[in-house]
């Protein structure tokens, strides 16, 4: 089945620094998603990508969708300590019914230190 | 409110006995999907629903899990038998069709953490 596979594991960063993490397919995707959970909740939307090359900002928040559809990077500028969490690319099951179907990665942990 | 909401949050039970999750979706929301997250881990597929119809399922949801959404609104996941590979968080998520809603955007609840003992 596809696997997506994400690094770092961990970050321990200084508040005040940039981030950045990236995720990696052997297959092709043709949506890159990126969520973050809190400690006991469920995952939220951060960003979505839909076209190869795409460049996109939430905020502080930029993702890119890789022009091989085979990875996606997050960076975060300027870390507080609610950037806390642990975030997880995901992108749809190909051959799935449902654009909600998805594969995530196994998340990369965040600490921000103050 | 009018996020997803799940219930109960918690719930712990001993090896052998049934539980059962209720997760209510964003009321819009026509799709409704369920998944299993274990710790260390980004969350699985389960099973999906368009309105009251189960449209997938994916393998992990063996024989003694079954899920329902009667009147296409709110839906349950009941377990039975549970075994101590059961404990894990069980996340319901719902989103609009792909017509209304942008591909892949799911919202979930807080998720129902399951403690076999």
């Known amino acids: 089945g596809q696997q997506l596979n994400q690094s770092p594991q961990s970050m321990f960063i200084q508040e005040g620094e940039d981030v950045s993490m990236n995720c990696t397919s052997s297959s092709i995707f043709n949506t890159w998603l990126w969520y973050k959970q809190d400690p006991g909740e469920g995952p939220v939307l951060l960003i979505a990508?839909?076209?190869?090359?795409e460049l996109t900002s939430n905020g502080r928040l930029t993702a890119q969708f890789g022009i091989t559809r085979k990875d996606s990077f997050l960076n975060i500028s300027a870390s507080i300590p609610s950037d806390v969490g642990i975030y997880f690319c995901?992108?749809?099951?190909?051959?799935?019914?449902?654009?909600?179907?998805?594969?995530f990665g196994q998340g990369t942990i965040l600490t921000v230190h103050p | 409110d009018t996020g997803v909401s799940q219930n109960p949050r918690h719930k712990i039970t001993k090896r052998g006995q049934n539980v059962t999750f209720r997760c209510d979706p964003i009321?819009?929301?026509?799709?409704l999907y369920w998944y299993r997250q274990t710790l260390g881990q980004g969350p699985e597929f389960l099973t999906y629903f368009q309105n009251e119809a189960q449209l997938e399922k994916s393998r992990l949801l063996s024989d003694r899990f079954s899920a329902e959404r009667p009147k296409g609104s709110f839906s349950t996941l009941e377990i039975q038998r549970t075994e101590q590979g059961d404990s894990a968080m069980y996340l319901c998520?719902?989103?609009?069709?792909?017509?209304?809603?942008?591909?892949?955007?799911?919202?979930f609840g807080e998720g129902s953490r399951l403690t076999v003992l």
């Open positions: 995901a992108g749809p099951n190909a051959g799935g019914t449902s654009y909600g179907k998805l594969t």
């Open positions: 998520a719902s989103s609009p069709t792909r017509t209304g809603g942008r591909t892949g955007e799911l919202f």
């Open positions: 009321s819009e929301h026509n799709r």
């Open positions: 990508l839909y076209k190869a090359g």
